[in-house]
């Protein structure tokens, strides 16, 4: 079954702001991945980690590794209004390697 | 620039009715994967295919079956759908079973009445 909490389920931004949101498991995984997606669109990727404490950017995205490697996190700066969607953690179970996903932090803008 | 290529886009069926969800990826990758989507439940994989020839469950297989006809090909069968089946379903494929990047269709909307 599903093995990756995501916090919170849902966020309201105002352009401009920063957010955080964040992944945790009961197990230690050894990569993370962050994907996210689009309106009616299937889930594209964002960010992968494959080591304990790594901390990775892309452009105004940042993703850090927990060094328990029970956790990671997903930062977005300077928001704006094209970054709404869900936002999914995802890692291979350490039962079986095949990819979970978590069931994602959908983020709206605030009108 | 395809990527992968779901159809139909959109289905509606009644219980107890069947069809087959296709999906194709031009990006000659070796994995192939069918997850479900439904609200606050993420991702959840129904079957898989590590490599031509070869298939198995994933988390949520019941009522379902696959066939990889080709390398390029995997489809999903409904082959009695219930209303519990209603949900957006998303093919993906990667150059190795469960590693590196999934790239995903846009998704299938099926709805069982």
């Not at chain 1, 105002?14 to 945790?24: F, H, I, W």
């Not at chain 1, 080591?51 to 328990?68: D, H, M, P, V, Y």
């Not at chain 2, 129904?46 to 995997?74: C, H, M």
Request: net charge neutral; glycine share 10%.
């Amino acid at each position: 079954g599903q093995q990756l909490n995501q916090s919170p389920q849902s966020m309201f931004i105002q352009e401009g702001e920063d957010v955080s949101m964040n992944c945790t498991s009961s197990s230690i995984f050894n990569t993370w991945l962050w994907y996210k997606q689009d309106p009616g669109e299937g889930p594209v990727l964002l960010i992968a980690l494959y080591k304990a404490g790594e901390l990775t950017s892309n452009g105004r995205l940042t993703a850090q590794f927990g060094i328990t490697r029970k956790d990671s996190f997903l930062n977005i700066s300077a928001s704006i209004p094209s970054d709404v969607g869900i936002y999914f953690c995802a890692g291979p179970s350490p039962n079986d390697y095949k990819l979970s996903f978590g069931a994602g932090t959908t983020v709206t803008v605030r009108a | 620039n395809a990527g992968v290529t779901q159809t139909p886009k959109f289905q509606v069926l009644k219980t107890g009715q069947s069809m087959t969800l296709q999906c194709a990826q031009d990006m000659n990758h070796n994995s192939m994967y069918w997850y479900r989507q439904d609200p606050g439940m993420g991702l959840r994989l129904i079957y898989y295919s590590a490599s031509e020839g070869t298939t198995d469950k994933g988390e949520v297989p019941n009522g379902y079956n696959v066939s990889r006809l080709n390398k390029r090909e995997f489809s999903l069968r409904l082959e009695s759908a219930a209303p519990s089946q209603t949900s957006v379903y998303f093919c993906a494929s990667s150059e190795w079973a469960f590693t590196g990047e999934l790239f995903f269709g846009e998704g299938s909307r099926l709805t069982v009445l």
